[in-house]
């Protein structure tokens, strides 16, 4: 079993609609970060978090520490927001990422 | 620069030439990490640096990767004899300290080898 899971693995929406990712992990962490991958294969940090809710524009994250979950949430979803969407679990020296969830949001 | 850079964004090898892979990490920070990810692939862990302690080489897939990171601040990832399955973004990561609780992460190196 992967120290982290996400889910779904690949999810289709229609432009506009509310979007939901999630990441459970199985580790203790310090820290908890959500990173968004285009295609041309470049790589940014979106949220890092620690615990409680984070807002950057259309893009939310939450984490539960007690429950060991975290969901990155996108609102009125674009199709520029097709990615993947990476979940990756800082734990002592070394973090520890998800699968990543490819996300296509069709116009 | 405010961030983790890496040079170069691209580059395109031929099979057995050597390449060399650079990331500036955010100064001051302490740690360093490099990663990659195969086409399909989720990102692998390569090695670590923390300050003046002995690099964490545990990830690195064969004795043709190194890493050294000079003056506890640049680091550089060389691949020698560069073979196809070497082709993968490859991802640099640093921190204030150890536990990635701060980490910052460079855009990425995309290495094709034909």
């Known amino acids: 079993k992967n120290e982290v899971e996400q889910s779904p693995q690949n999810l289709t929406a229609q432009e506009g609609e509310f979007i939901t990712i999630n990441c459970s992990y199985s580790v203790g962490i310090s820290a908890l970060h959500w990173l968004q991958q285009h295609p041309g294969g470049g790589i940014v940090s979106l949220f890092m978090l620690s615990s409680g809710k984070k807002k950057h524009g259309r893009l939310i994250a939450t984490i539960n520490i007690q429950e060991k979950h975290s969901s990155l949430h996108i609102t009125a979803s674009h199709p520029r927001d097709s990615a993947v969407y990476i979940c990756a679990a800082a734990a002592n020296n070394d973090m520890r990422f998800g699968a990543g969830t490819r996300l296509t949001v069709k116009p | ?114």
Do not use: M
């Open chain 2, 1 to 114: 620069g405010a961030g983790v850079s890496q040079s170069p964004s691209n580059k395109v090898t031929e099979k057995g030439k050597d390449v060399e892979l650079r990331c500036d990490p955010i100064s001051g920070h302490t740690a360093l990490y490099w990663y990659r990810q195969s086409l399909g692939q989720g990102l692998e862990f390569l090695i670590y640096f923390q300050g003046n302690s002995a690099p964490d080489k545990s990830g690195l897939p064969s004795d043709r990767f190194s890493a050294e990171r000079t003056g506890g601040s640049v680091s550089t990832l060389t691949i020698q004899r560069t073979q196809q399955e070497d082709s993968a973004v490859y991802l640099c990561a640093s921190s204030f300290g150890p536990g990635g609780s701060s980490a910052f992460f460079g855009q990425g190196t995309r290495l094709t080898v034909v």
